[in-house]
């Protein structure tokens, strides 16, 4: 069973909106939902990007690159994090990744990361 699992991804023309879904699995013992959770985006020969973070606390960040067109948010009751973009660009296409991190505050440090959804923007 993966710990994280994304869904959502499809193509879209620029202008218009996606929400991305991560399911995250938890356990009796852990709510892996509030720990810190993250979106990233690859394309080929690219560096990895990281779009967005939400720590335990609910402390956002926002790569400057989408700042003011993404929205990260979690529903603890359904242990899904998503994330929201609108006018969407075709640089925004990429591979998207759902990640989490530690408990507390976020660190660069990402040691479950699910298999990806693919995001296309077509102009």
């Known amino acids: 069973v993966p710990l994280v699992e994304e869904s959502g991804g499809g193509s879209v023309q620029a202008g218009g909106s996606l929400r991305l879904s991560c399911e995250v699995s938890?356990?009796?013992?852990?709510?892996?939902?509030?720990?810190?959770l993250g979106w990233f985006r690859q394309t080929p020969g690219k560096e990895r990007e990281t779009v967005a973070t939400i720590d335990t606390f609910d402390k956002t960040v926002y790569a400057d690159s989408v700042k003011g067109r993404a929205t990260i948010y979690k529903d603890i009751a359904k242990n899904t994090l998503y994330l929201e973009m609108n006018n969407l660009k075709p640089e925004d296409t990429a591979m998207y990744y759902c990640?989490?991190?530690?408990?507390?505050?976020?660190?660069?440090?990402?040691?479950?990361w699910g298999q990806g959804t693919q995001v296309t923007v077509s102009s």
């Open positions: 938890g356990s009796s013992e852990y709510t892996y939902i509030r720990y810190c």
């Open positions: 990640a989490r991190g530690q408990w507390g505050y976020c660190s660069e440090t990402f040691p479950h």
